[in-house]
């Protein structure tokens, strides 16, 4: 396995601010996505960040609202632009570890509070 | 849309008792299933992968995949207070996992 991290662990945020999570591993990746975790809900995958390129959203996610970076294979950030308390959420990095075949693992989350 | 489904529960067992969770998807085409435990307040961890047809053991755990009823299950033996969680299906589907929407389990000292 990985030693993912995320930043921060947990914020407060006032409606119409943005906030930018990053998510750092401590290995080789091949693939690095970005999940929603709504509160009482499951996991609903954001997008598939691409280094280099612009990220790949899942229908229903824009790149005005949530603009991905990844800069290089184990570093990526999520923003969480014009934020109302409908995004307040757990913010989930999750990755694919070179040699691990299709096995994905998760990071500690962001959770997100918006007022 | 492709789907994952799961009873969301609560399923409540008493200690020592064996934990029976199921799962059902509707891609045929999926090849990679996996269960993933998640505690309150805590990110997802991997419980098991299973990709055969038939049984996968590991530890307490047991993974049952049957793609001709595009099924797929978690036993849990002898459960602990511990294992009380939310397990969450995921299906792979296009490079994508895809999850369900989870089952709480509640096991019982």
């Known amino acids: 396995s990985a030693v993912i991290s995320q930043k921060p662990s947990r914020d407060i945020c006032q409606r119409g601010t943005s906030l930018t999570i990053q998510c750092q591993v401590d290995?080789?990746?091949?693939?690095m996505f970005w999940y929603r975790q709504q509160p009482g809900q499951s996991l609903t995958l954001i997008a598939t960040?691409?280094?280099?390129?612009?990220?790949?959203?899942e229908s229903g996610f824009v790149i005005d609202k949530f603009p991905i970076s990844r800069p290089n294979l184990t570093f990526s950030t999520l923003t969480v632009s014009n934020m109302s308390p409908e995004d307040s959420s757990i913010y989930l990095c999750?990755?694919?570890?070179?040699?691990?075949?299709?096995?994905?693992?998760f990071g500690p989350g962001t959770r997100l509070t918006v007022l | 849309q492709k789907e994952v489904e799961q009873n969301s529960g609560p399923l409540s067992v008493p200690e020592g008792a064996i934990a029976s969770l199921n799962c059902t998807y509707s891609?045929?085409?999926?090849?990679?299933f996996f269960w993933y435990r998640q505690y309150s307040g805590k990110s997802p961890e991997l419980i098991m992968s299973i990709y055969s047809n038939g049984d996968k053991e590991d530890g307490r755990f047991t993974a049952q995949l049957n793609k001709a009823s595009q099924y797929v299950s978690l036993l849990i033996r002898d459960s602990q207070p511990s294992d009380s969680a939310t397990y969450l299906c995921a299906v792979k589907e296009g490079g994508k996992l895809i999850f369900g929407q989870g089952t709480e389990l509640s096991v019982k000292p």
């Open positions: 891609d045929r085409g999926s090849q990679s």
């Open positions: 290995s080789q990746v091949t693939m």
């Open positions: 999750s990755v694919l570890l070179a040699g691990a075949a299709d096995t994905q693992y």
């Open positions: 960040a691409n280094q280099g390129s612009e990220a790949t959203y």
